[in-house]
């Protein structure tokens, strides 16, 4: 692993242990938001506070250099390394998420990319930029499982596959972790939030945990994240602050994770909300006996745990355990080496910053149709660019922007204007007699819909998965008007698109896509760079379709289109999704033929490669996102219809072919049975190469075999 989480001195750690009082070790498990040096000063010295949220401020300049603190993050850090007994010092933690200053596409966006060297790069990038602001831990990545685009959270995930959630989790704990501590969020089941609505309560067993949603998380320590994040709902009644047996049991005993598991806000304090502590003490008593290291933002550990430990109602040990975990995470930062005298940092920020954001946010954006009006030609007379977003820059940057600025965006019509000059008019997005005259003038429209990140992201679920009022209405009736119109559709969930496919010449969605929205729309329209996207959720056709997955499993009756009374279809919509997962469209057209196996046997330690041809048969270069699902035809649990399982993205010239290959062994078809142990059976499975999950164009079966 790169970067400072390789080996970590555990008799240092052992010999602060030994000197650590009681109070002191109870401090190393309290985490405080917005510390302050003047108000919280007692408490530092007293060591009563191990780490901190929020808090950040510029590291160095010229207050360092006359010997001053830059900022309240130096001086909370010197109060704790200079006033404190043992001078533990703070780390700072602050929620990094798709970048700091400089801010790529939403989580959601880097997911439809499919390309974890890109996300690892956004993630380090993010992290350098975060050390020059004091932060030494960040609450990234999440990796919740998401099925619900009512849930204002899927922004912030990687979407519904647990094989590209995961494999962009481990990318992404690598790449932030070059600088600062990772967190892998929200443990377990958050995505599943009954109605969509967030917080709300989750009912799912544990075998579809493990074969599901506990994938990208396993991933996630696997990459050697630092910690991990408990999640706020409950799991079939019982609060993930206080499930001893996912945290303590599957998490830390059953994986061996030794990073420190992190609280969510307040989330200990609000076991007595959910209604399972009757109050702040007990509220600790079972966190901490569930295996919650740390607690963010609630007084419960600070006020009640050193009590608790005096009056035998959580053993010493455990807390022990919970202070090791802590100064481990420190020490892999390097904060309890003596040799280092700052806070941490600053690092240099990898060159090219706003160049990887642009890049990013091309390959994040997804061709969804084009009847051939994309990409635009150079010589294109005029266009006319018209919806909400045109010129706010703020509103592309989504969710989760704690440092990034709206003036750091390039809007879309400042990168249009500078292509094109007077040959683009502008207008706000309400259809209007100008409006109308300038779609009529220009030789194309390109309409910016969609929703606000105010509508996106923690506490923004939304009942209706439609286009916010009024933006439908408008496309309409500029298309109406006789002239092509391009729909641009920015957004941090799937949306009902339906409509907008059936009425706009070409529908690109561009998610939030950061400080290059305008130069990565620019590109994509005049096929300077393909959108690179591809769909990373599946988009329903209703709210009255959700959930909806391309793993969904199969049920006791196949859905047959021929029988009305024996299918689990609608009576009143079709099924199948508007939008497959792993869905979007190039610039130009590939296909996919004669695969092959090297063995039709898999026997454990000998790997077979299948091979694929892709050919570009169109008329441009392009690249193309080639996908290999699978399915379990006889298992001892149900298993996913199609179930993604690799994916490669090749770039290919007009005319050009190649051969692609995927490496199987046995192991990438482990499954967790009735008994909820690890297992391989013997037997066929069935392996299908194609473009999306919905769209399958080589199918071949491979015999596993145990032996
Ligand atoms: C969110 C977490 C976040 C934390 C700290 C909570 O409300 O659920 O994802 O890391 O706040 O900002």
Redesign the pocket.
């Known amino acids: 692993m790169a970067g400072p989480w390789t080996g970590v001195d555990e008799a240092l750690i052992d010999d602060l242990l030994a000197r650590m009082t009681l109070a002191e070790k109870v401090g190393q498990c309290v985490q405080p938001a917005n510390l302050d040096p003047v108000a919280d000063h007692d408490r530092i010295a007293a060591g009563a506070v191990g780490s901190a949220?929020?808090a950040s401020g510029p590291l160095g300049g010229a207050e360092r250099d006359a010997g001053m603190d830059a900022s309240p993050v130096e001086a909370c850090q010197r109060i704790a390394r200079t006033q404190s007994r043992l001078g533990i010092p703070l780390v700072f933690?602050?929620?990094v998420i798709h970048g700091h200053r400089t801010v790529c596409p939403i989580p959601l966006g880097l997911a439809a990319t499919w390309d974890e060297d890109l996300v690892g790069a956004v993630c380090e990038l993010a992290a350098a930029e975060a050390v020059e602001d004091g932060v030494g831990w960040t609450?990234?990545p999440?990796v919740d499982i998401s099925e619900d685009p009512r849930w204002g959270?899927v922004a912030?995930g990687f979407g519904e596959a647990p094989a590209l959630s995961g494999r962009l989790a481990a990318a992404a704990v690598e790449g932030f972790q070059r600088h600062v501590a990772a967190?892998a969020?929200?443990f377990v089941g958050y995505g599943l939030a009954s109605g969509g609505r967030d917080y709300d309560t989750v009912q799912v067993g544990e075998n579809t945990l493990r074969n599901l949603h506990l994938r990208p998380f396993r991933a996630a320590v696997d990459a050697g994240v630092a910690a991990v994040?408990a999640a706020?709902n409950d799991v079939d009644g019982v609060p993930m602050h206080a499930h001893r047996r996912l945290i303590r049991e599957v998490l830390k005993q059953e994986w061996g994770f030794d990073g420190v598991v992190v609280s969510?806000?307040a989330g200990v304090a609000q076991l007595v909300d959910h209604g399972v502590a009757a109050d702040l003490r007990d509220a600790a008593r079972q966190a901490m006996l569930a295996g919650v290291d740390v607690d963010?933002?609630s007084d419960a550990y600070a006020d009640h745990l050193a009590g608790l430990v005096e009056d035998g109602d959580v053993p010493l040990d455990l807390l022990d355990d919970a202070v090791r975990r802590v100064l481990r995470l420190k020490a892999r930062l390097g904060l309890l080496d003596p040799a280092q005298p700052r806070t941490r940092g600053p690092v240099a920020v990898p060159a090219g910053g706003r160049d990887l954001a642009r890049r990013a946010a091309v390959a994040s954006t997804v061709l969804l149709s084009n009847d051939g009006t994309l990409p635009l030609p150079d010589e294109l007379g005029s266009l006319h660019l018209t919806g909400p977003f045109v010129e706010d820059g703020e509103a592309l940057l989504g969710t989760w922007v704690l440092d990034g600025r709206g003036e750091d965006v390039v809007t879309p019509a400042t990168a249009l204007r500078a292509r094109l000059g007077d040959r683009l008019t502008v207008t706000d997005g309400r259809f209007s007699d100008l409006a109308a005259v300038r779609t009529r003038a220009a030789d194309v429209t390109v309409a910016l819909l969609g929703e606000h990140p105010a509508r996106s992201g923690?506490?923004r679920s939304v009942a209706d998965i439609g286009l916010p009022a009024g933006q439908l209405e408008v496309l309409h009736q500029l298309a109406g008007l006789g002239k092509p119109v391009v729909a641009v559709v920015y957004t941090g969930r799937p949306l009902d698109l339906t409509a907008v496919l059936d009425r706009a010449a070409a529908v690109l969605v561009a998610w939030h896509p950061g400080v290059e929205a305008g130069p990565a729309l620019a590109d994509v329209l005049f096929g300077v760079r393909e959108p690179g996207g591809r769909l990373p959720m599946t988009f329903p056709r209703s709210v009255g379709h959700i959930p909806s997955s391309h793993h969904s499993r199969p049920t006791s009756r196949v859905i047959d289109p021929a029988d009305d009374r024996r299918t689990g279809r609608y009576l009143d919509a079709l099924t199948n999704p508007v939008l497959p997962f792993g869905f979007g469209l190039t610039y130009t057209a590939f296909e996919h033929l004669g695969a092959t196996l090297s063995s039709t046997v898999l026997r454990p330690g000998h790997p077979v490669t299948l091979e694929v041809t892709i050919r570009n048969r169109g008329p441009r270069p392009g690249s193309e996102v080639v996908q290999l699902y699978f399915r379990d035809p006889v298992a001892d649990v149900t298993r996913p219809r199609v179930e993604l399982l690799d994916w490669a993205r090749v770039e290919l010239d007009a005319g050009a072919e190649t051969r692609v290959r995927f490496e199987l062994d046995r192991d990438r078809f482990a499954y967790f049975g009735r008994d909820q142990a690890r297992r391989v059976d013997d037997g066929v499975i069935e392996l299908m190469v194609g473009p999306n999950a919905a769209t399958i164009s080589q199918q071949r079966q491979i015999e596993v075999r145990n032996a």
């Open positions: 949220l929020y933690g602050r929620d609450f990234a999440m959270r912030e967190t969020k929200h994040m706020f969510d806000w963010m933002a923690e506490a």
